[in-house]
Protein backbone atom coordinates (compact mmCIF):
# COMPACT_ATOMS: atom_id res chain seq x y z
CA UNK A 1 0.00 0.00 0.00
CA UNK A 2 1.29 3.37 -1.23
CA UNK A 3 1.36 6.23 1.28
CA UNK A 4 -0.94 9.10 -0.25
CA UNK A 5 0.08 12.79 1.26
CA UNK A 6 -1.62 15.40 1.37
CA UNK A 7 -0.03 19.01 1.85
CA UNK A 8 -1.85 22.02 2.53
CA UNK A 9 0.20 24.88 0.47
CA UNK A 10 0.18 28.46 1.93
CA UNK A 11 -0.17 31.45 -0.33
CA UNK A 12 -1.23 34.99 -0.14
CA UNK A 13 -3.24 34.55 -3.10
CA UNK A 14 -0.82 35.11 -5.32
CA UNK A 15 2.54 33.62 -4.54
CA UNK A 16 3.15 30.30 -3.23
CA UNK A 17 4.72 30.55 0.64
CA UNK A 18 8.67 29.12 -0.11
CA UNK A 19 7.51 26.64 3.60
CA UNK A 20 5.13 24.70 0.89
CA UNK A 21 8.02 23.91 -1.26
CA UNK A 22 9.40 22.54 1.50
CA UNK A 23 6.69 20.89 3.32
CA UNK A 24 6.68 19.05 -0.63
CA UNK A 25 10.87 17.79 0.24
CA UNK A 26 9.70 16.64 3.95
CA UNK A 27 7.09 14.54 2.07
CA UNK A 28 9.36 12.81 -0.58
CA UNK A 29 11.16 11.68 2.32
CA UNK A 30 7.54 9.20 2.93
CA UNK A 31 8.74 5.93 1.69
CA UNK A 32 6.41 4.93 -1.37
CA UNK A 33 4.47 7.88 -1.13
CA UNK A 34 2.71 10.44 -3.77
CA UNK A 35 2.19 13.78 -3.14
CA UNK A 36 -0.89 16.13 -3.41
CA UNK A 37 -1.19 19.68 -2.89
CA UNK A 38 -4.39 21.03 -2.04
CA UNK A 39 -4.85 25.20 -2.31
CA UNK A 40 -7.38 27.03 -1.02
CA UNK A 41 -7.99 30.59 -2.54
CA UNK A 42 -10.49 32.52 -3.78
CA UNK A 43 -9.28 32.16 -7.45
CA UNK A 44 -6.03 28.69 -7.23
CA UNK A 45 -5.44 29.06 -10.65
CA UNK A 46 -1.89 31.08 -10.38
CA UNK A 47 -0.95 29.34 -6.71
CA UNK A 48 -1.91 25.97 -7.91
CA UNK A 49 0.04 26.10 -11.37
CA UNK A 50 3.42 27.14 -8.79
CA UNK A 51 2.09 24.33 -6.71
CA UNK A 52 2.31 21.88 -10.15
CA UNK A 53 5.38 23.27 -10.67
CA UNK A 54 6.93 22.04 -7.79
CA UNK A 55 9.75 18.42 -8.20
CA UNK A 56 7.71 15.49 -6.30
CA UNK A 57 4.51 16.47 -6.58
CA UNK A 58 2.22 14.53 -8.33
CA UNK A 59 -1.33 15.72 -7.99
CA UNK A 60 -2.65 19.57 -7.11
CA UNK A 61 -5.86 20.00 -5.83
CA UNK A 62 -7.63 23.79 -6.76
CA UNK A 63 -10.08 25.01 -4.28
CA UNK A 64 -11.86 27.78 -5.05
CA UNK A 65 -14.51 29.28 -2.89
CA UNK A 66 -14.90 32.78 -1.98
CA UNK A 67 -14.02 32.64 1.46
CA UNK A 68 -10.81 31.58 0.70
CA UNK A 69 -10.32 35.58 -0.39
CA UNK A 70 -7.96 35.52 2.98
CA UNK A 71 -6.98 32.52 4.82
CA UNK A 72 -9.18 31.84 8.21
CA UNK A 73 -7.67 28.45 9.88
CA UNK A 74 -11.85 28.32 10.80
CA UNK A 75 -12.92 28.16 6.70
CA UNK A 76 -9.98 26.11 5.65
CA UNK A 77 -10.09 23.52 8.21
CA UNK A 78 -13.37 21.96 7.04
CA UNK A 79 -12.32 22.00 3.36
CA UNK A 80 -9.42 20.16 4.02
CA UNK A 81 -10.91 17.66 6.51
CA UNK A 82 -13.48 17.10 3.13
CA UNK A 83 -10.53 16.18 1.15
CA UNK A 84 -8.41 14.13 3.41
CA UNK A 85 -10.00 10.84 3.99
CA UNK A 86 -7.95 9.28 0.71
CA UNK A 87 -4.90 10.27 2.29
CA UNK A 88 -2.40 8.45 4.79
CA UNK A 89 -0.73 11.67 5.66
CA UNK A 90 -1.53 15.58 5.80
CA UNK A 91 1.15 17.91 6.28
CA UNK A 92 1.54 22.08 6.48
CA UNK A 93 3.92 24.36 7.12
CA UNK A 94 5.04 25.06 10.70
CA UNK A 95 4.30 28.72 10.51
CA UNK A 96 1.76 31.12 11.84
CA UNK A 97 -0.55 29.69 9.41
CA UNK A 98 0.00 25.64 9.51
CA UNK A 99 0.63 26.18 13.37
CA UNK A 100 -2.83 27.91 13.45
CA UNK A 101 -4.71 25.49 10.75
CA UNK A 102 -3.42 22.19 11.15
CA UNK A 103 -4.37 21.31 14.98
CA UNK A 104 -7.77 22.38 13.67
CA UNK A 105 -7.81 20.30 11.33
CA UNK A 106 -6.49 17.49 13.39
CA UNK A 107 -9.09 18.05 15.53
CA UNK A 108 -11.81 17.62 12.74
CA UNK A 109 -10.53 14.61 11.94
CA UNK A 110 -9.89 12.85 15.20
CA UNK A 111 -6.01 12.73 15.09
CA UNK A 112 -3.17 13.98 16.72
CA UNK A 113 -1.01 15.89 15.23
CA UNK A 114 3.53 15.92 15.35
CA UNK A 115 4.34 19.59 15.28
CA UNK A 116 7.68 21.02 13.86
CA UNK A 117 8.58 17.37 11.76
CA UNK A 118 12.40 17.68 11.18
CA UNK A 119 13.04 14.70 10.18
CA UNK A 120 11.21 11.66 8.59
CA UNK A 121 12.58 7.89 9.82
CA UNK A 122 9.91 6.40 7.96
CA UNK A 123 6.30 6.79 7.19
CA UNK A 124 4.92 6.71 10.60
CA UNK A 125 7.97 7.51 12.36
CA UNK A 126 9.62 10.71 12.66
CA UNK A 127 11.61 13.36 14.72
CA UNK A 128 10.80 16.74 16.20
CA UNK A 129 12.40 19.76 18.82
CA UNK A 130 11.11 19.58 22.19
CA UNK A 131 11.86 22.43 25.31
CA UNK A 132 12.96 24.78 22.65
CA UNK A 133 14.87 22.26 20.73
CA UNK A 134 16.90 21.24 23.87
CA UNK A 135 15.66 17.69 23.51
CA UNK A 136 14.85 16.18 20.17
CA UNK A 137 12.14 12.97 20.32
CA UNK A 138 11.17 10.50 18.09
CA UNK A 139 7.58 10.08 17.84
CA UNK A 140 5.70 7.33 16.17
CA UNK A 141 2.30 7.50 14.83
CA UNK A 142 0.37 3.84 15.67
CA UNK A 143 -0.46 1.34 12.88
CA UNK A 144 -3.08 2.76 10.43
CA UNK A 145 -3.99 6.02 12.16
CA UNK A 146 -3.84 9.23 9.76
CA UNK A 147 -0.71 11.20 10.13
CA UNK A 148 -0.94 14.89 10.91
CA UNK A 149 1.74 17.01 11.24
CA UNK A 150 3.58 20.51 10.43
CA UNK A 151 6.91 20.91 8.99
CA UNK A 152 9.73 22.82 10.45
CA UNK A 153 10.98 24.82 7.60
CA UNK A 154 14.17 25.31 9.01
CA UNK A 155 15.04 21.21 8.35
CA UNK A 156 14.07 21.03 5.34
CA UNK A 157 15.50 22.66 1.51
CA UNK A 158 12.41 24.06 -0.57
CA UNK A 159 11.48 21.26 -3.27
CA UNK A 160 12.84 22.50 -6.59
CA UNK A 161 11.20 23.41 -9.69
CA UNK A 162 10.89 20.67 -12.35
CA UNK A 163 7.41 19.60 -11.86
CA UNK A 164 4.33 18.99 -13.92
CA UNK A 165 1.74 17.78 -11.74
CA UNK A 166 -2.06 18.04 -13.19
CA UNK A 167 -4.23 20.37 -11.80
CA UNK A 168 -7.59 19.36 -10.83
CA UNK A 169 -10.11 21.98 -10.29
CA UNK A 170 -12.21 20.63 -6.81
CA UNK A 171 -15.05 21.35 -5.26
CA UNK A 172 -15.27 20.23 -1.37
CA UNK A 173 -19.19 20.30 0.70
CA UNK A 174 -17.74 21.53 4.10
CA UNK A 175 -19.92 23.82 6.04
CA UNK A 176 -17.63 27.09 6.41
CA UNK A 177 -18.54 29.09 9.19
CA UNK A 178 -19.28 32.96 9.09
CA UNK A 179 -18.21 33.43 13.03
CA UNK A 180 -14.80 34.44 11.94
CA UNK A 181 -13.61 37.53 9.76
CA UNK A 182 -10.18 39.41 8.38
CA UNK A 183 -10.32 42.83 9.44
CA UNK A 184 -6.50 43.85 8.52
CA UNK A 185 -3.21 42.94 8.16
CA UNK A 186 -0.25 45.63 8.83
CA UNK A 187 2.83 44.50 7.32
CA UNK A 188 6.03 46.68 7.55
CA UNK A 189 7.07 46.65 3.44
CA UNK A 190 10.26 46.18 2.63
CA UNK A 191 11.96 45.36 -0.31
CA UNK A 192 14.76 43.18 1.51
CA UNK A 193 14.43 39.85 1.16
CA UNK A 194 11.92 37.70 3.32
CA UNK A 195 13.24 37.00 6.58
CA UNK A 196 12.17 33.11 6.91
CA UNK A 197 13.79 32.39 3.64
CA UNK A 198 16.81 34.78 3.09
CA UNK A 199 19.84 33.51 2.46
CA UNK A 200 21.95 35.95 4.76
CA UNK A 201 20.42 37.51 7.78
CA UNK A 202 21.85 40.27 9.36
CA UNK A 203 20.88 40.43 13.23
CA UNK A 204 20.93 43.04 15.76
CA UNK A 205 20.11 42.72 19.33
CA UNK A 206 20.10 45.84 22.72
CA UNK A 207 23.31 46.11 22.13
CA UNK A 208 22.58 48.54 19.59
CA UNK A 209 20.70 51.18 22.12
CA UNK A 210 17.89 52.91 20.20
CA UNK A 211 15.63 52.46 16.99
CA UNK A 212 17.74 55.45 15.22
CA UNK A 213 21.19 53.25 15.63
CA UNK A 214 19.51 50.02 14.72
CA UNK A 215 18.18 51.40 11.66
CA UNK A 216 21.66 53.33 10.76
CA UNK A 217 24.21 50.55 11.83
CA UNK A 218 22.56 47.18 10.39
CA UNK A 219 20.34 48.23 7.36
CA UNK A 220 23.06 49.52 5.30
CA UNK A 221 25.20 46.08 5.69
CA UNK A 222 21.90 44.13 4.97
CA UNK A 223 21.52 46.36 1.75
CA UNK A 224 25.05 45.38 0.33
CA UNK A 225 25.17 42.04 1.66
CA UNK A 226 21.28 41.73 -0.05
CA UNK A 227 20.26 39.96 3.53
CA UNK A 228 17.39 40.32 5.44
CA UNK A 229 17.44 42.02 9.13
CA UNK A 230 16.37 40.06 12.37
CA UNK A 231 16.43 41.25 16.00
CA UNK A 232 16.43 39.68 19.30
CA UNK A 233 13.37 39.47 21.37
CA UNK A 234 15.39 42.22 23.68
CA UNK A 235 15.64 44.57 20.85
CA UNK A 236 11.85 44.13 19.77
CA UNK A 237 11.04 44.75 23.60
CA UNK A 238 12.74 48.05 23.47
CA UNK A 239 11.09 49.12 20.46
CA UNK A 240 14.12 48.82 18.24
CA UNK A 241 12.86 46.82 15.50
CA UNK A 242 9.15 45.85 14.89
CA UNK A 243 8.28 42.22 16.44
CA UNK A 244 8.48 40.35 13.05
CA UNK A 245 11.86 40.78 12.83
CA UNK A 246 12.18 38.48 15.64
CA UNK A 247 14.44 35.72 16.03
CA UNK A 248 14.25 32.72 18.48
CA UNK A 249 12.00 30.45 19.91
CA UNK A 250 8.92 33.02 20.35
CA UNK A 251 9.80 34.67 17.09
CA UNK A 252 11.34 32.86 13.60
CA UNK A 253 13.56 30.09 13.42
CA UNK A 254 15.32 30.34 10.04
CA UNK A 255 18.26 28.68 8.74
CA UNK A 256 20.17 30.82 6.88
CA UNK A 257 23.53 30.56 4.82
CA UNK A 258 25.41 33.10 7.04
CA UNK A 259 24.04 34.69 10.19
CA UNK A 260 25.55 37.76 11.22
CA UNK A 261 24.66 38.60 15.32
CA UNK A 262 25.45 41.90 16.09
CA UNK A 263 25.45 43.30 19.70
CA UNK A 264 23.62 39.51 20.38
CA UNK A 265 24.86 38.31 23.61
CA UNK A 266 23.13 35.19 22.71
CA UNK A 267 20.25 33.64 25.01
CA UNK A 268 19.33 30.34 24.79
CA UNK A 269 15.93 31.01 23.36
CA UNK A 270 17.48 33.38 20.70
CA UNK A 271 20.14 30.57 19.63
CA UNK A 272 16.84 28.19 19.54
CA UNK A 273 15.76 30.28 16.82
CA UNK A 274 19.11 30.51 14.77
CA UNK A 275 20.67 26.53 15.36
CA UNK A 276 20.23 25.44 11.87
CA UNK A 277 22.09 28.35 10.40
CA UNK A 278 25.36 27.59 8.03
CA UNK A 279 27.33 29.98 9.33
CA UNK A 280 27.32 32.01 12.58
CA UNK A 281 29.08 35.72 12.67
CA UNK A 282 29.14 37.23 15.92
CA UNK A 283 30.25 40.55 16.76
CA UNK A 284 29.85 41.56 20.68
CA UNK A 285 32.30 43.95 22.56
CA UNK A 286 31.73 41.03 25.55
CA UNK A 287 34.01 38.18 24.89
CA UNK A 288 32.29 35.86 27.25
CA UNK A 289 28.93 36.12 25.74
CA UNK A 290 27.83 32.95 25.16
CA UNK A 291 26.68 33.82 20.94
CA UNK A 292 30.31 32.93 20.81
CA UNK A 293 30.14 29.55 21.94
CA UNK A 294 28.21 28.68 18.78
CA UNK A 295 29.84 31.27 16.24
CA UNK A 296 31.87 30.26 13.58
CA UNK A 297 33.75 33.76 13.50
CA UNK A 298 33.66 35.83 16.59
CA UNK A 299 34.74 39.34 16.60
CA UNK A 300 35.08 40.82 19.93
CA UNK A 301 34.79 44.58 19.71
CA UNK A 302 32.21 48.00 19.41
CA UNK A 303 30.18 47.13 16.64
CA UNK A 304 29.32 50.70 16.35
CA UNK A 305 33.34 50.56 14.23
CA UNK A 306 33.25 47.35 12.95
CA UNK A 307 30.10 47.10 11.62
CA UNK A 308 30.39 50.12 8.96
CA UNK A 309 34.24 48.84 8.34
CA UNK A 310 32.68 45.77 6.83
CA UNK A 311 30.95 47.59 4.97
CA UNK A 312 33.41 49.65 3.64
CA UNK A 313 35.32 46.54 2.63
CA UNK A 314 32.41 44.88 1.15
CA UNK A 315 32.91 47.52 -1.66
CA UNK B 1 -22.45 34.73 34.72
CA UNK B 2 -20.11 36.28 32.31
CA UNK B 3 -17.23 33.89 32.63
CA UNK B 4 -13.61 33.39 31.46
CA UNK B 5 -12.12 29.97 31.09
CA UNK B 6 -8.23 30.04 31.49
CA UNK B 7 -6.16 26.57 30.40
CA UNK B 8 -2.90 26.23 32.10
CA UNK B 9 -0.60 23.30 32.34
CA UNK B 10 2.16 22.49 34.37
CA UNK B 11 5.42 22.81 33.02
CA UNK B 12 9.40 22.46 34.11
CA UNK B 13 10.06 26.44 34.62
CA UNK B 14 11.94 28.07 32.13
CA UNK B 15 14.79 28.78 33.94
CA UNK B 16 15.78 25.37 34.33
CA UNK B 17 18.33 23.16 32.16
CA UNK B 18 16.92 20.44 30.48
CA UNK B 19 18.58 17.76 29.98
CA UNK B 20 17.26 14.15 28.56
CA UNK B 21 17.74 10.78 30.89
CA UNK B 22 20.71 8.96 29.96
CA UNK B 23 18.47 6.49 28.63
CA UNK B 24 16.50 8.06 26.16
CA UNK B 25 13.70 7.58 27.95
CA UNK B 26 12.91 11.37 28.60
CA UNK B 27 14.09 14.13 29.67
CA UNK B 28 14.76 14.77 33.46
CA UNK B 29 11.82 16.34 36.03
CA UNK B 30 12.65 14.46 39.21
CA UNK B 31 13.85 17.16 41.92
CA UNK B 32 13.20 20.16 39.10
CA UNK B 33 11.51 23.76 39.73
CA UNK B 34 8.14 23.07 37.99
CA UNK B 35 5.96 26.59 37.35
CA UNK B 36 2.78 27.19 35.59
CA UNK B 37 3.72 27.54 31.52
CA UNK B 38 4.84 31.32 31.27
CA UNK B 39 2.33 32.02 27.92
CA UNK B 40 -1.01 30.76 30.14
CA UNK B 41 0.16 32.91 32.74
CA UNK B 42 -0.08 35.90 29.80
CA UNK B 43 -3.49 34.22 29.21
CA UNK B 44 -4.61 34.35 33.20
CA UNK B 45 -2.95 37.43 33.19
CA UNK B 46 -5.48 38.78 29.84
CA UNK B 47 -8.52 37.03 31.82
CA UNK B 48 -7.85 39.21 34.97
CA UNK B 49 -7.57 42.30 33.55
CA UNK B 50 -11.24 41.85 31.30
CA UNK B 51 -12.99 41.14 34.55
CA UNK B 52 -11.27 43.95 36.41
CA UNK B 53 -12.57 46.23 33.71
CA UNK B 54 -15.66 44.53 34.44
CA UNK B 55 -15.93 42.97 30.94
CA UNK B 56 -15.99 39.51 32.84
CA UNK B 57 -17.78 38.52 36.36
CA UNK B 58 -15.33 35.38 37.22
CA UNK B 59 -12.25 33.76 35.87
CA UNK B 60 -11.90 30.03 36.01
CA UNK B 61 -9.00 28.53 35.90
CA UNK B 62 -8.22 24.86 34.86
CA UNK B 63 -5.98 22.04 33.89
CA UNK B 64 -5.27 18.56 33.42
CA UNK B 65 -2.62 16.44 34.97
CA UNK B 66 -1.20 14.35 38.07
CA UNK B 67 -2.29 15.45 41.57
CA UNK B 68 1.44 17.80 41.81
CA UNK B 69 -0.54 20.40 39.14
CA UNK B 70 -2.96 21.86 42.38
CA UNK B 71 0.45 23.78 43.10
CA UNK B 72 0.14 25.50 39.69
CA UNK B 73 -4.04 26.25 40.44
CA UNK B 74 -2.97 28.09 43.66
CA UNK B 75 -0.51 30.00 42.18
CA UNK B 76 -3.28 30.60 39.66
CA UNK B 77 -5.74 31.43 42.65
CA UNK B 78 -3.14 33.59 44.76
CA UNK B 79 -2.92 35.65 41.28
CA UNK B 80 -6.53 36.23 40.91
CA UNK B 81 -8.79 33.62 39.37
CA UNK B 82 -11.85 33.02 41.57
CA UNK B 83 -11.72 28.88 41.07
CA UNK B 84 -10.20 26.50 40.02
CA UNK B 85 -10.88 22.92 38.21
CA UNK B 86 -8.37 20.04 38.45
CA UNK B 87 -9.03 17.11 36.19
CA UNK B 88 -6.97 14.81 37.19
CA UNK B 89 -4.83 12.12 34.92
CA UNK B 90 -1.48 11.04 35.33
CA UNK B 91 0.88 10.00 32.27
CA UNK B 92 1.17 11.23 29.17
CA UNK B 93 -1.97 13.90 28.37
CA UNK B 94 -1.77 14.43 24.58
CA UNK B 95 -3.43 17.64 23.23
CA UNK B 96 -6.09 16.30 22.27
CA UNK B 97 -7.03 14.31 25.15
CA UNK B 98 -6.42 17.84 27.16
CA UNK B 99 -8.61 19.83 24.44
CA UNK B 100 -11.50 17.03 25.02
CA UNK B 101 -11.64 17.40 28.96
CA UNK B 102 -11.45 21.41 28.34
CA UNK B 103 -14.59 21.07 25.97
CA UNK B 104 -16.46 19.24 28.69
CA UNK B 105 -15.25 22.09 30.96
CA UNK B 106 -16.52 24.21 28.67
CA UNK B 107 -19.69 23.01 27.87
CA UNK B 108 -20.39 23.09 31.44
CA UNK B 109 -19.19 26.25 32.35
CA UNK B 110 -20.78 27.95 29.07
CA UNK B 111 -17.72 30.64 29.26
CA UNK B 112 -17.82 33.31 27.17
CA UNK B 113 -14.12 33.05 26.24
CA UNK B 114 -11.77 30.66 26.51
CA UNK B 115 -8.04 31.72 26.82
CA UNK B 116 -5.13 29.66 26.85
CA UNK B 117 -1.26 29.70 25.87
CA UNK B 118 -0.14 29.64 22.72
CA UNK B 119 2.05 26.67 23.74
CA UNK B 120 3.20 24.78 26.74
CA UNK B 121 7.46 25.22 26.89
CA UNK B 122 7.60 21.59 27.62
CA UNK B 123 5.86 19.96 24.36
CA UNK B 124 6.22 22.81 22.35
CA UNK B 125 3.18 21.56 20.42
CA UNK B 126 0.91 24.68 20.03
CA UNK B 127 -2.20 22.59 19.50
CA UNK B 128 -4.51 22.17 22.26
CA UNK B 129 -6.21 25.56 21.75
CA UNK B 130 -6.74 25.04 18.34
CA UNK B 131 -8.25 21.28 18.82
CA UNK B 132 -10.31 23.13 21.24
CA UNK B 133 -11.96 25.46 19.10
CA UNK B 134 -12.66 23.22 16.59
CA UNK B 135 -14.14 20.78 19.04
CA UNK B 136 -16.26 23.18 20.07
CA UNK B 137 -17.02 24.37 16.77
CA UNK B 138 -16.37 27.85 17.87
CA UNK B 139 -13.77 30.83 16.24
CA UNK B 140 -9.94 30.30 17.47
CA UNK B 141 -7.66 33.85 17.78
CA UNK B 142 -4.72 32.34 18.07
CA UNK B 143 -1.08 34.30 18.87
CA UNK B 144 -2.75 37.27 20.03
CA UNK B 145 -1.08 40.24 20.69
CA UNK B 146 -4.35 42.46 21.80
CA UNK B 147 -7.88 41.85 22.87
CA UNK B 148 -10.50 44.10 22.35
CA UNK B 149 -13.66 43.06 23.04
CA UNK B 150 -17.12 44.84 21.64
CA UNK B 151 -20.68 43.69 22.85
CA UNK B 152 -21.08 39.99 21.23
CA UNK B 153 -17.42 40.72 19.57
CA UNK B 154 -13.89 40.50 20.27
CA UNK B 155 -11.23 42.00 17.94
CA UNK B 156 -8.40 40.24 18.23
CA UNK B 157 -4.95 41.04 17.05
CA UNK B 158 -2.23 38.36 16.27
CA UNK B 159 1.53 38.16 15.90
CA UNK B 160 1.71 36.59 12.47
CA UNK B 161 4.76 35.66 10.27
CA UNK B 162 3.65 39.02 7.94
CA UNK B 163 3.22 41.35 10.43
CA UNK B 164 0.15 41.57 12.98
CA UNK B 165 -3.25 40.62 11.51
CA UNK B 166 -6.71 41.44 13.18
CA UNK B 167 -9.54 39.38 12.88
CA UNK B 168 -12.85 39.60 14.14
CA UNK B 169 -14.85 36.73 16.15
CA UNK B 170 -17.88 36.45 17.26
CA UNK B 171 -18.07 35.09 21.20
CA UNK B 172 -17.93 32.86 22.56
CA UNK B 173 -14.52 31.88 20.70
CA UNK B 174 -10.75 30.86 22.05
CA UNK B 175 -8.13 32.35 22.11
CA UNK B 176 -4.49 31.95 22.56
CA UNK B 177 -1.54 34.49 23.76
CA UNK B 178 1.54 35.38 22.30
CA UNK B 179 4.03 36.79 24.66
CA UNK B 180 3.34 40.66 23.78
CA UNK B 181 0.20 40.43 25.14
CA UNK B 182 0.40 41.68 28.30
CA UNK B 183 3.11 41.47 31.57
CA UNK B 184 1.63 39.04 34.11
CA UNK B 185 1.63 40.47 37.95
CA UNK B 186 3.53 38.88 40.58
CA UNK B 187 1.68 37.12 43.27
CA UNK B 188 1.77 38.53 46.89
CA UNK B 189 2.04 37.03 50.09
CA UNK B 190 -1.74 38.05 51.50
CA UNK B 191 -2.56 36.68 48.02
CA UNK B 192 -1.21 33.18 48.87
CA UNK B 193 -2.57 32.52 52.04
CA UNK B 194 -6.19 33.91 50.47
CA UNK B 195 -5.58 31.31 47.58
CA UNK B 196 -5.85 28.37 50.13
CA UNK B 197 -9.39 29.15 50.36
CA UNK B 198 -10.76 29.72 47.11
CA UNK B 199 -12.40 26.50 45.64
CA UNK B 200 -10.71 24.02 43.73
CA UNK B 201 -12.71 21.11 42.48
CA UNK B 202 -10.95 17.60 41.17
CA UNK B 203 -12.60 15.41 38.00
CA UNK B 204 -10.84 13.24 36.17
CA UNK B 205 -11.13 12.41 32.55
CA UNK B 206 -13.39 9.44 33.15
CA UNK B 207 -16.02 11.19 35.22
CA UNK B 208 -15.93 14.07 31.93
CA UNK B 209 -16.40 10.69 29.66
CA UNK B 210 -12.97 11.54 27.67
CA UNK B 211 -10.70 8.67 27.10
CA UNK B 212 -7.01 8.96 27.92
CA UNK B 213 -5.90 7.68 24.81
CA UNK B 214 -2.40 8.05 23.46
CA UNK B 215 -1.57 7.78 19.96
CA UNK B 216 1.71 9.09 19.91
CA UNK B 217 4.34 6.59 20.81
CA UNK B 218 7.17 8.88 22.10
CA UNK B 219 10.22 6.33 21.62
CA UNK B 220 13.55 7.95 21.85
CA UNK B 221 14.74 11.36 23.37
CA UNK B 222 17.83 12.50 22.47
CA UNK B 223 20.06 16.04 22.98
CA UNK B 224 20.73 18.03 20.06
CA UNK B 225 23.10 18.26 18.27
CA UNK B 226 25.92 20.88 19.50
CA UNK B 227 27.12 23.27 17.23
CA UNK B 228 31.38 23.76 17.24
CA UNK B 229 32.47 26.07 18.91
CA UNK B 230 34.58 28.32 15.71
CA UNK B 231 37.60 30.87 15.65
CA UNK B 232 37.92 34.41 16.72
CA UNK B 233 39.16 36.84 14.28
CA UNK B 234 40.93 39.60 14.81
CA UNK B 235 39.64 42.88 12.94
CA UNK B 236 36.99 43.33 10.13
CA UNK B 237 39.46 43.19 7.49
CA UNK B 238 40.60 38.96 9.00
CA UNK B 239 36.63 38.87 9.03
CA UNK B 240 35.76 39.55 5.74
CA UNK B 241 38.89 38.06 4.56
CA UNK B 242 37.76 34.57 6.06
CA UNK B 243 33.97 34.71 4.72
CA UNK B 244 35.43 35.21 1.25
CA UNK B 245 38.05 32.33 1.30
CA UNK B 246 34.77 30.13 2.94
CA UNK B 247 33.32 31.12 -0.24
CA UNK B 248 30.53 32.87 1.87
CA UNK B 249 30.82 36.00 0.30
Same mark, same amino acid.
Given at each position: ???? !????????????????????????????????????????????????????? @???? @???????????????????????????????? =??????????????????????????????????????????????????????????????????????? @????????????????????? =? @??????????????????????? =???????????????????????????????????????????? !???????? !???????????????????????????????????????????? !?????????? | ?????????????? $??????????????????? %??? $?????????? *???????????????????? *???????????? %???????????????? #?????????????????????????????? $?????? %??????????????????????????????????????????????????????????? #????????? #??????? *??????????????????????????????? *?????????????
Amino acid at each position: MGNR !ILIVAEHDGARLNPATAKCVTCGSGIPDGEITVAVCAADASAVASQAAALKGV @ARVL @AVDHPSNAYLLAAAVAPQIAALASPFSHVLGP =STTFGKDVMPRIAALLDSAQISDIMAVEGATRFRRPIYAGNAIVTVEVEAGAKVVGTVRAASFQPAPAGGS @AAVEKTAVSAEIPAHTRFVSL =S @AAKSDRPDLQTAAKVVSGGRALG =SAEAFQKTLYPLADKLGAAVGATRAAVDAGYAPNELQVGQTGKI !IAPELYIA !IGISGAIQHLTGIKDARTIVAINKDSEAPIFEVADFGLVGDLFQ !IVPEIERLLT | MKRILVGVKRVVDY $NVRIRVKPDGRGVITNGVK %MSV $NPFDEIALEE *ALRIKERGAAEEVVVATVGP *ADCQQQLRTCLA %MGADRALHVQADGVIE #PLVAARALLKLAEKEQPFLVILGKQAIDDD $NSQTGQ %MLAALWQRPQATFASKVELEGEKARVTREVDAGLETLEVDLPAVITTDLRLNEPRYVKL #PDIMKAKKK #PLETLTL *AALGVEQRQRLKLTRFEPPPQRQKGVKVKDA *AELVAALKSKGIL
